[in-house]
């Protein structure tokens, strides 16, 4: 080999500690150019730089070993410095981790605002007594079963976009019963308004529904869903303080939301809490 650094020299160009240089090598992240069979002593060749230094950067975003090794096999053809940079197979890695910590960036900054807010004593969301219109709507009902992640809603979502067409529509909203949130399962209608006859091919799942006229105690929720906790605790506790009787839905119509933009911030979220109207105001709070 014309040139080859022992672990100390590579440390010191490195600035990769002795030890954090062994356990690469026990991770097999970073396999020495040559280790003495007698001495055990670890060798690096000057190739080896850019991919100690690019492990040390991907590691400190916390990519995944099993990531990380694919990066490399990708990113440095497998012998760890001999490939060509800038690899797409090796970009598509490290771009599709940094949309994961863009992501969890989002929601921890987000929860900090959701916390700050339960912090601040004077902090209110606004919550009002509206009656909603009647509406014509093509909706989907079903029964949501304990565990179910959102797979449910997309379906239907995409049940009711091929019965409305090339229809325009108005936003898209929900009824949910609130055993949905309180036990996990439950009664869901998901719906698009839609003044328009519905289509002969529209799927089977798929019922024109006609929206009474609602009373609801209502707020209007910014941004993404992560805190929707808190206007449903606003408007719950706006139900309970004036005594209202709720009955057993809950309405969300989504004026702006990811079928819109995928910007979580410009997320508009209408939710009515549904006030029986043939009893009013309940005797007790």
């Known amino acids: 080999m014309s040139e080859r650094w022992t672990i100390g020299e590579f440390s010191r160009i ?165 055993a949905l949130f309180t036990d996990g399962h439950g009664r869901a209608t998901v719906y698009l308004p839609a003044e328009a006859p519905m289509s002969r091919s529209a799927p089977a799942t798929v019922k024109p529904v006609q929206l009474p006229q609602r009373a609801a105690a209502v707020a209007t929720h910014h941004g993404a869903h992560d805190d929707l906790d808190l206007t449903y605790a606003a408007i719950g506790s706006y139900v309970a303080h004036n005594a209202l009787h709720s009955s057993n839905l809950v309405e969300e119509i989504y004026l702006v939301g990811p079928r819109d933009t995928d910007q979580p911030d410009r997320w508009r979220t209408l939710v009515a809490w549904l006030i029986d109207s043939d009893t009013g105001r309940s005797t007790t709070p």
């Open 14 to 178: 490195t600035h990769l500690s002795i030890r954090t240089l062994r356990r690469y090598h026990e991770q097999d992240l970073l396999v020495p150019a040559q280790v003495d069979p007698v001495t055990g002593y670890r060798y690096y060749s000057p190739a080896q730089v850019r991919p100690a230094l690019t492990i040390r950067r991907l590691r400190e975003l916390d990519l995944p070993l099993a990531d990380l090794r694919s990066f490399l096999q990708a990113e440095f053809d497998g012998t760890r410095g001999a490939g060509e940079a800038g690899c797409p197979a090796a970009q598509q890695i490290v771009a599709a981790h940094l949309r994961r910590l863009e992501d969890r960036l989002g929601r921890t900054q987000r929860a900090i605002q959701a916390l700050r807010e339960l912090l601040d004593p004077e902090a209110q969301r606004a919550v009002s007594l509206e009656v909603l219109p009647p509406q014509r709507v093509l909706a989907v009902s079903l029964d949501v079963p304990p565990g179910a992640d959102l797979g449910w809603y997309d379906a239907a979502m995409n049940d009711l976009d091929m019965a409305a067409g090339s229809r325009p529509v108005l936003p898209p909203g929900g009824r949910y019963e609130h």
